[in-house]
């Protein structure tokens, strides 16, 4: 029985960081725009992303908020 060590979706935002910074320059606008330029994205998947947007960026909030005490 093999096991790893890090969760699969761990392993998968790792990934994804790295060819964004190298691809990229580590800039997410850029990423979008190039992956939208060659597929266009359904409604939904545009309610997705801008869901998944709107939670980090609460959650950036919060851990700012955390962090000024």
Do not use: C, N
């Amino acid at each position: 029985m093999v096991g790893s060590l890090i969760k699969k979706d761990d392993f998968y935002a790792e990934q994804s960081k790295a060819f964004v910074k190298e691809t990229f320059g580590g800039s997410l606008p850029k990423f979008l725009a190039a992956f939208t330029k060659s597929r266009e994205l359904s409604d939904s998947e545009i309610d997705d992303v801008l869901r998944q947007i709107h939670e980090h960026k609460e959650e950036y909030r919060w851990i700012s908020f955390l962090d000024s005490f």
